[in-house]
């Protein structure tokens, strides 16, 4: 369902992001993002003269690569379009995320080593959007794998403890801990 129809309005910004993940043939996982800010009228900049409408302000790509484990094993990143010409030099820094692991603290870390005037305000706030990404890209893996193991275990005539996958219970409305949501999984885990 589409939101409500707006009130009369002009159209002044566009911010467009695409992110997709990737399985490599090498058994490593790349996230990708491509960020890209348009104005939809003339403005001059100090630096770049008149940036015209749909001329990006900014443009910014980050890969990153990360293992089954999550852990960041390669960060790059590519500004083409930024308001400055020394925006692009921030985008070497973030290889430091290397080793970093993405799930609790994820934020606190990409702050840590790429934080204020070590990195870009952009590709840090798309950052924390990528860990989304790459928990959708290899969570059902991960299960799927977990579960198919589990499987051949019981084949053998193994005997296991309950499946428990793992939820992100009280991380947001569905995943409240008292919600239908979560006593499903719960119940089924139980089974």
Known sequence: MPLSAPAQREPLHDRDIVMRGYRRADGLFDIEAQLTDTKHYAFDNQERGTVHPGTPLHGMWLRMTVDEEMVIREVEAVTDFAPYSICPQAAPNFAALAGVTVGPGFNRAVKERVGGVLGCTHLREVLAQMATVAFQTIGPLRWRKARAEREAAIARGEKLPPYQRSLPIGSC????????????????AEQ
């Open 173 to 188: 409305y569905a995943y409240a801990p008292d919600r239908e949501v979560v006593r499903r999984a719960q119940a089924q």
